[in-house]
Structures are given as structure tokens and as C-alpha cells.
């Protein structure tokens, strides 16, 4: 048992790693990269985990006498198939409870010894899919002896009566090594049917997982009590009683995690690399946690890479000299439109250089023959020549050192098989400049380019008039971080408003990651929002990302995240339960979560999020109370409808009494007394005008006990002003009554977050876009308001609590 040093805080396992080593070089030694379930339990032992059933291996060939085999107490025991090979027992009749007699124990091992590989076989023949490495290409006796031939024998284990066999009383417990994120624990609720509950519950009820670099057990332990695995093995579901204690499973936990940070591909020190650790299920008796099965892969750890100069990155985006190769001096080819982008946002032709033979000058531009004509190192070098260019060109910059930074604009550098190769020449030539400790950062390939506003430069090959007009100086404090250059294009071109001072198309990543370039905004003075759009993570980098995420919310900023790509990875019978609890988009969503970001589920919901973060970012946010208005009552209803979803809770907030009174007071005064009843949410009819809104709107934000607004403001209402008509003063939002200018002059004194609602037809668009030039961020229908303003809401709270937690303050 571990060390607890008080009834529940700081809880230390005491773990023997030279033991675990230990196992993991005995099975090396004999040529598996699998523990035996006997050695599994074993490593429970050193682990400092509650200790194992007492088991017995009867090895194939063993004669063991009665004395032996009655060694277990209880009146009936279990046998167990031990084989390096066969993962899912019970599907195979690998697992049989039997009585506790010597005979009994016999027949069922001998029985075992052949039905087994017989079951195994006729599975595997069933589903192909399914068939081990070792196996593939067998069929029939030949299938049958191999499996046989792998066959250790049978595990003889002490039967452990539950305390209760009801449904969710088994706990998973497992740890296993994702590409991306390193290593990953996850906890639910346990037993043969646990990718069936994963996949039918939802989202958090039937377990939960996090990076164990960014977790303890006590973190954990808060993620998992939100579960339905928790509420039944804590007795707090009808007709349930607790069956373990808080602090046995915090334990449970921390032992996990220590384990999983040991042995790990970051820890330069690993002697082994756990790949999976799975014990499937944990049950309990009488106040002990008991494993039932277990199974555990590792391998051998590889090299780390090298890191990048990511400093370099301010070089990047803040460049004094640019050089780009690719410029036509005949037609606007890609590279042409580059150049006339970066003059038109500004950046001095004195400090571009065009690296084109036979040209002296191009759009005023001077031009040099090659790169060894520079007269000086460039900060950043533009390439957008055809990618069969790209090798050489990679040689010639990092032979010369002729550039801290290198934008690689041509696909066709891993995006197809017949690019693989190409690429894979260009990442090595990268890495091993970095290896000896020099040559610049490169961006893309594939990439669109790169917009720096502070930087006064436009890399992308667009041309101006087929985007909108983002005025000058007037941007907002933050990066738009896109794998996909396309989306970041779209986005912008269906939302000019949102006009981040940093727009950046990462590409491939051959180079600098999704994470690097996180890493560097979270330090940075001029940017509160960071926005990423990711299709993917280099090896490890997902976990790089995540560290950078963090870092950034610690910083006070607001990271809004979204990921394509969520098609479930693929099972196989070598893969336990713990990979479908936690496949590859639920890994990288819990952790990018558990890091402090805001996930969006879509490209719309992105965008919102996105607005939302620009434009409150500097609002306080306490929690989670929401006050609600609108004109209409069918929207006032709806608004109420729509504040809980499996990823928010808001509340409706309690009124105070003052500002009730206030609000009956401004009824009187307007004569809606007899229309209106002061509650939340508030119905104030068609017959409130302008300043009924905006004063209910300050009203409702001086009111301590209202953590955010959400209001409808009806365009159709007789008595609002809310057309662009300039020849009807009654009708149109340029008038100093309308409600537009007056959210003009009111929001920015507000400290609580505030959203509108203008639900009506095209009519209407130049109302919606004077109102977000007035800083409301406006939506179409309530639910679309209250959905983005909840969800922005949760992950601002979140982020608080990641903030408290990093300065050791609890909230009381």
C-alpha cells in the first residue's frame, strides 16, 4: 500500500521501479513485449497499488500434487489462459470459475489447454481483422498449434466475492501511449461491455481521461467523481452503497500517472516504455480494490528530437528584411501576388529582395541573382517556387545561413504518396540542422502564408480584391493559428469583424508545429486570443500544444480550439478496452480541455467563440448566472430552454430586489407596467423601444448576483429603430435614440459580458453589422446566442479555476 500522509491531500505511492524494470527486462529477455497477467499483477505489487488475488501458474507440463493446487481459500476458484497473444480471455472461454477441489481444478485446466486455442482460432478464422502478428497468414491446424504452442499455461487466481455485481460497480483503470499526447489515463466504468458504455453514454458519464503530464491524482480524481462509474461505486445513486473510499482511488490514480511519467517517451531516462497498462475490471470487497484481469504492453524507448530554435519565430513574424524567390516578372503568378501583398500592407520595398537571375528589379523591387548575392541575412524568406525546387533550395539556405526564418508556400511536400518521399528528404535535411544546433525555422509547406499586422506584412497568395477590406490599426489583439490555410480564409472572408492582429497557415509542419507556434503567442504581449484550427499533431506535439495552451491561460488569455478529424481509431485484438474509452479525438479533446482551451464542435460555433474571445475578453466573468430579455416571448422562452447541454450548465440568475424594483420603475415610466412582470427570463413585448432595451440591459449588468446577458433585441417591433433608412427617423439605427448607437455608448462601460439576438431576415444584416462595429456580439437565433455564450462561459471558468490552482489559491 502506498504512503498516505493525511486522510486526503498530498497522497505519495511508494513505487518500486527497479522491481517493474525488473519485469519488463525478464519478458524482454525472453522475446515478448507483453506481460503475463501473473506479472501484471506483480506490478500492482510494486506499484504500491491495493495487493492482487494470490494466483498459482499451472505451466503446460506441470504435475502439481493436491496439497498444490489447494493453496486458495474459498470454495471456488478462477482459471485463466496465460498467452502472450490472446488479450480479450473471456470471448475464447479463456477464463472459467470453477470448484475448489483439486479434480475440479484439473479437468478445467486440462480442458482449457485445448479448447482455448480451438475457440481462438475459430475467431480469428471469423474475423481476420482480428489476427495477431504472430498468426497472420495461418489457417486451420496450422493456426491451431501456433496458438496452442504460445499457450504458458493456466493462471490459477483466488476467487474475490464483490461486494455487488449490480451494473457500473467494476471500475476501468488504464494507461497507454498515444503518437500525439504521450502518455493518456482513463478511468470508467469497467468490464467486458466497456466500449459499449463508452460509446453509448454520454460524452463524461461512463469515464473520463487526461494527459498524465498535465494531471496528479487528486485532478484526476475531480474529473472522475463527475462520472456515473463514480456516483456508483460512491453510493450515490438509489439503492447503491459505497463500496470504496475517496482516497483509495486518488491513490489508485496517482500510482497510474507516476508510472505512466516514468515510463515515458519523454522521460529521457525510461529504461522501458509502457505502451498499455489496462486493468479491466477493478472490483471491490469489503473496502478492497481488486484486479481482476490485466494486461500490459512496453517497448523499448527511441530518440527524442531535436528542438527547434522556436526564438526564431519573432524573426518570423516581426521581420526588418524579407527575401522571396518565385516572383514572375511577366505575369501575377503566385509569388507576384506575395510581393504586392507584402508592399500593400506596408512593409518598405528598400527591405524586400527578390531572388530572381536576370532581373535587376521588379515592382521596385531589386532583384539578385541567387541567395549567395545576398548582402545580408534575412530575417525571413518566402519560397514560392515549384515543390521539386524545394530540397535543393532547403541545402542552399541552411548551407549558407542566409535566413532566420523560411515560409515554404508549395503543397506537394507530403500531402500526396508521391510527395512522401520529397518530403520526408526536406524534414530530414531540417532536423539534422537542428541536430548540430543552427539553421532557421521553416513554416509550411502547403502553407497559405502568413498576415502580420504588427509585422505590416501579408504573405498570402490571394489576391487583395478577392478579400474583404480589414481597415488599418484597427484589428484585434489576436492570432488565427490554421493548419488548413483555407479555413482561416473562409472564416475571415464570412467574418471580416474578426480581424485578429495574426493570421498564420502552419501547413504540413514540416517544420515548426501547431504547438511551437502556440508556445510562442502564450509569451507574447500582443495577442490576448489565441484561435487554432488543427487537423493534426507532429509526433508528441499534441502534448507540446497542450503545455503551450496552458502556458497561455496561466498568462490570462483566451485559447479557442477546433479539431477535424474525428473518426474513432480502429480496434484491434491486440488493442485493450482502455483505447476505445479514449480514442483519438476524445484524447486530444480532453486534453486540449483539461489544458484550459475552449473546444468548439463546429466551424460555426468556432467562429462565435472566436468573437466572443475578441471582444470579452478584458469582461469579468464570476459565473455562470444568466440573465435573459427579449421583445418576444416565444425567444424569452427559448432562451431558457437552452442553457443546459452536456457540455454547460448555465442558471437562470435570481433578480435582486433593487433591481426588480428599478425595473418596475422603468415599466411605469414607459407604461408596460400592465404588459410586463419582472422575472428572468423578462418579457418586455413588442411595445418596449430602444431605451427600454438598452436601460434593462444596464440594469440587469449593475446587478451583482448576474454574471452575463443574453438580449433579444426584436427588429420587427414598430417602436424600434432598426432599418438602414435614413429617410424615416422612426425606423432607422443611424439615429442617436436607436439601439445601436446606443450599445455604442453603453457597452464599453459595462463589465458584464453582454450578446444580442437579432432573429429576423436579410433586411436586417446592416442592423447585425452596426451592432457588432459597436462591439455586441450579435447572433441570428436565441439558442445560436445562448449555446456560444454558456459554452465561452464554461471554458472561462475553467480557465479560472486552471488559474487558481497554478497561484495554490482554492476558491471558497
Known sequence: MSDVKHAFGTLEPCIDFGAITGLFEKAHAEGRDTLFELEVYGLLRDSGAETPPRNLLLSRGLRPTDEELAVLPGDRVVLKVVSPNIIHKTEVGGVRV????????????????????????AMIERSPAMTPE??????????????SRDVLGVLLVEFMQPDSQAFGNELIVGMRRTREFGMVLGAGIGGTDAELYAERFRKGQAGVVSSTSLTDGETFFELFRKTLSYKKLAGLTRGQRRIVTDEQLVECFSSFIDMANYYSPEN????????????????????????????CRFSRPGTLPAPRPVEKIGNLLHPETLGIIGVSSSRMNFGRIILKNVLDAGFAAENVVIIRPGEEEIDGVRCVPSLDALDRKLDLFVVAV????????????????????????????????????????????????????GGPVFLGGNCMGVISRPGSYDTWFIPKEKLPELPAGKHHRAAFISQSGAFMLTRLSQCPMLDPAYMISVGNQTDLTLGDMVTWFAGSDEVDVIAIYAEGFNDMDGLDFCR???????????????????????????????????????????????????????FTEFENLFMLAERLHCKTILGNRLAVMSGAGFEAVGMADSIHSDD????????????????????VEKRLDSLVTVTNPLDITPGADDHVHAEVVRLFAEDKRIDAIVAGLVPMSPVMRTLADPENAAFDFEDERSIAARFAELLPTLDTPVVGVVDGGRQYDPLVDRLKEAGLCTFRTSDQAVAAIARYIAGR?????????????SKR
Open 386 to 437: 515549384g515543390a521539386e525546387q524545394v530540397p535543393g533550395l532547403v541545402d542552399e539556405v541552411i548551407a549558407q545561413e542566409c535566413a532566420e526564418s523560411v515560409m515554404l508556400i508549395p503543397g506537394g511536400l507530403g500531402e500526396t504518396a508521391e510527395s512522401e518521399e520529397r518530403a520526408r528528404n526536406v524534414v530530414e535535411k531540417i532536423n539534422t540542422a537542428h541536430v548540430q544546433g
Open 268 to 295: 529521457p531516462d525510461a529504461p522501458f516504455i509502457i505502451e498499455e497498462l489496462e486493468i479491466n475490471p477493478f472490483a471491490y470487497a469489503d473496502y478492497l480494490m481488486v484486479p481482476l484481469d490485466g494486461m
Open 98 to 121: 470453477v470448484e475448489n477441489s483439486p479434480d475440479r481444478i484439473r479437468s478445467a485446466w486440462r480442458r482449457m489447454l485445448y479448447e482455448v486455442p480451438e475457440n481462438f482460432a
Open 797 to 809: 471558468l475553467n480557465a479560472e479555476r486552471i488559474r487558481r490552482k497554478g497561484r495554490g489559491i
Open 648 to 667: 454547460y450548465r448555465m442558471e437562470l440568475a435570481p433578480l435582486s430586489p433593487d433591481t426588480v424594483t428599478r425595473l418596475e420603475r422603468l415599466f
Open 134 to 147: 504472430a498468426y497472420a497468414g495461418l489457417t486451420g491446424d496450422a493456426l491451431v498449434s501456433a496458438i
Open 548 to 602: 503551450a495552451v496552458r502556458r497561455a491561460v496561466l498568462a490570462g488569455k483566451d485559447v479557442i480550439f477546433y479539431k477535424a478529424g474525428r473518426t474513432p481509431e480502429g480496434k484491434t485484438a491486440t488493442s485493450g478496452h482502455t483505447a476505445s474509452l479514449a480514442g483519438d479525438y476524445v484524447v486530444c479533446e480532453a486534453c486540449v480541455r483539461q489544458a484550459g482551451a475552449i473546444v468548439a464542435k463546429s
